[in-house]
């Protein structure tokens, strides 16, 4: 069976903005795949490329084997599309905006009505469907959005980050929405730079850095890949100087104990690398008592997909994303975008 | 989600199903395709014109003011002035309805680039649509429906106001030429709204356009009362040919297909042959912007 979408050494430039770089990556029929990445990563480039809105200078797109370049109007067919900024006609009742994309779409004229009524009802727009958009909240924007993009029953939905400003119980809504999409055998690409959300959501993901992916797969398996598991220690509520840096050299010489950095932002608290699938922290707590320092919280965690990105980058996404929103020029890129 | 669903019903409903839009039989049905397409796209149109009526409800009364001002302006002008037995509110009936027609049209193209603005463009292009040419086809639609609207008041208010009603004939003529000039503007103004960067810039040549082409034709006077520079330049405008005709009809009720209805510096032109020239206008137009089209809708 061929692959539900295939992206290959994707290339894209906005004038001398190499937004995309070099980007593959493969979705499997059926699953969940996270592009994950901070702002300006080159996220929405790469959907606007599969989507057929933009051309791709250079690289193979594909959909169910199809390609898009060559064959466009069969992929559109096959994709459902939620965009990340929701654009609705404001005057249109939600009901009205789905039967004009039902059209678009060529749904047959006599399963129309019950078609949207049924996504009215799954996605619990009853309530909404005959008001007109311009008064919906962003989080029911979101749901009419997504039904708009499952109407004619496509085999891949893409949603680019369909969470960004969203309260906390919407994005819920939708990642619960997600989930069940994926159990009835819907394939879902969706993009975030919401490390939780990814690993909460994908059954494989691609991390991708200024136009490039730094790493592709489960992501257990890429927090496995960096190995060792990560321990928070707090000697004292805060610490001083002096102690963190005799518990950080006692800690050093144990066997199991790849790193150990001291943040003192949060209170020279310790952080520690440590091999996995040890007793490390009942082993760390008695070298402590030892040379009685005293240990005040203790924790041993999993890598993230935080540090994936910190391994391969050097800095966490956070960082990357501060540093990147303060050199876009969003007016220019939209210029650039509709010609 | 939603309790009064069962899960097995949502799972059917979320499911993909590539065959649902009848894929198997996919050439043969992309002229329905296209129908269905263009008919979702106008009736949107529809619906916003509905829901915010303010510019068909300008649109009726500023050529209402033209015909109320321009006749007071002119109402005691010496009799006869404007062509034998032809009152000026005969005169100016056939300019106001081919000037509302054309600015109706001219400005068809601000929705599209509001759409290209705000993203909803991007709706329509990620969808499988049999051919972009329906966005163009449902603004083109609309427009001429709007025009006949329009056309269909200043005739009657015209009436009212002493220009008498043309028979059955006449006012079919006067919907085909409104038909035609309104077809080659709003296909201008369409190519010009995926060309131009922004609708500053739309806005800007609907501007430069509008007024211009008003004066430099025989909507407000006729050829004879005009600079030769000007004749000449009124001569070429489209406009004159699709006010002229119209005069002729409100100022002759045995017109015929070979009835001579506008003069130039050089020759006359009969109905049959206005016609033509206002088909070319229409070719013409249609095929300058395919390339504008062709680059966006490749
Ligand atoms: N239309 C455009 N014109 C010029 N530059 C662009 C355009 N679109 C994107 N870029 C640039 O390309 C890079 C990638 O942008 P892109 O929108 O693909 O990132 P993203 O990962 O989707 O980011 P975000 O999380 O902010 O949505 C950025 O540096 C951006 O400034
Ligand atoms: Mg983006």
């Known amino acids: 069976m061929s692959a539900a979408v295939l992206i290959e050494n994707l290339q894209k430039s906005y004038g001398d903005v190499q937004a995309v770089k070099d980007i593959s990556f493969t979705v499997q029929p059926g699953e969940i795949f996270g592009l994950l990445g901070p702002n300006g990563a080159g996220k929405t480039t790469t959907i606007r490329c599969l989507c057929t809105l933009a051309k791709p200078d250079a690289g193979k797109i594909e959909v169910g084997g199809i390609s898009a370049v060559a064959s466009p109007k069969a992929v559109r067919q096959r994709l459902g599309y939620v965009a990340q900024e929701v654009a609705i006609d404001k005057v249109l009742t939600g009901r009205e905006l789905l039967k004009l994309q039902a059209a678009l779409y060529h749904l047959p004229q006599k399963i129309i009505g019950d078609r949207i009524q049924q996504l009215i009802e799954v996605l619990g727009l009853e309530e909404y469907a005959n008001k007109k958009t311009g008064t919906y909240s962003g989080g029911i924007r979101k749901r009419l959005d997504l039904a708009a993009g499952l109407l004619h029953q496509p085999e891949v939905l893409i949603l680019d980050e369909p969470t960004v400003g969203l309260d906390i119980e919407s994005r819920m809504v939708v990642w619960e929405f997600l989930q069940e999409l994926r159990s009835a055998g819907t394939t879902v690409l969706i993009t975030s730079h919401y490390l939780e959300e990814i690993d909460a959501l994908a059954d494989r993901l691609a991390i991708i850095d200024r136009g490039v992916v730094i790493a592709e797969g489960k992501p257990s398996e890429l927090k496995d890949k960096l190995g060792g598991d990560r321990v928070t220690l707090r000697i004292r509520e805060f610490t001083s100087d002096e102690e963190a840096d005799k518990a950080k050299h006692i800690l050093e010489s144990l066997s199991f104990v790849e790193e150990v950095i001291i943040n003192a932002v949060q209170g020279n608290s310790l952080n520690l690398i440590v091999k996995s699938g040890q007793s490390s922290l009942s082993k760390i707590e008695q070298s402590l008592a030892e040379v009685e320092l005293p240990t005040f919280s203790l924790a041993q965690s999993r890598p993230s997909l935080d540090d994936v990105y910190l391994a391969a980058t050097g800095q966490t996404i956070m960082d990357a994303q501060i540093a990147s929103s303060s050199a876009r020029d969003l007016k220019k890129e939209k210029k650039q975008q509709m010609k | ?261 506008m003069d130039t510096p050089w020759f006359g032109f009969s109905f049959g042959a206005v016609i033509l020239v206002l088909l070319a206008f229409d070719a013409l137009i249609l095929l300058a912007i395919q390339p504008l089209l062709r680059r966006r809708f490749a």
């Open chain 2, 1 to 261: 989600m939603s309790q009064s669903i069962s899960s097995q019903n949502i799972k059917s409903v979320l499911a993909p199903n590539p065959g649902i839009s009848g894929q198997s039989n996919q050439q043969s049905s992309s002229l329905g395709d296209f129908i269905q397409e263009t008919l979702a796209l106008t009736q949107r149109l529809f619906i916003q014109l509905q829901r915010r009526p303010s510019t068909l409800v300008a649109g009726i009364i500023q050529p209402f003011m033209w015909l109320v001002l321009f006749g007071a302006l002119f109402s005691k002008a010496p009799s006869g002035l404007f062509g034998t037995d032809l009152s000026y509110a005969k005169f100016l009936a056939p300019g106001v309805i081919v000037f509302t027609a054309f600015s109706g049209a001219l400005n068809a193209g601000l929705p599209v680039m509001f759409d290209r603005e705000f993203g909803f463009l991007n709706r329509l292009l990620v969808a499988p649509l049999s051919s972009r040419y329906s966005i163009v086809a449902a603004s083109t639609v609309y427009i001429i429906a709007l025009s006949f609207i329009q056309t269909a008041v200043i005739v009657l208010a015209s009436a009212i106001l002493g220009a008498g009603l043309p028979g059955l004939a006449g006012l079919s003529a006067i919907a085909l030429i409104v038909f035609l000039i309104v077809l080659g503007v709003t296909a201008l103004s369409l190519g010009l709204a995926f060309a131009l960067p922004g609708h500053i810039e739309l806005i800007a040549v609907i501007f430069v356009t509008n007024l211009p082409l008003l004066f430099a034709s025989t909507a407000l006077a006729p050829l004879s009362f005009m600079a030769d520079w000007l004749q000449v330049i009124a001569s070429l405008n489209p406009l004159t040919y699709a006010i002229e005709p119209i005069r002729y009809i409100y100022g002759h009720g045995d017109w015929a297909i070979n009835s001579i209805v």
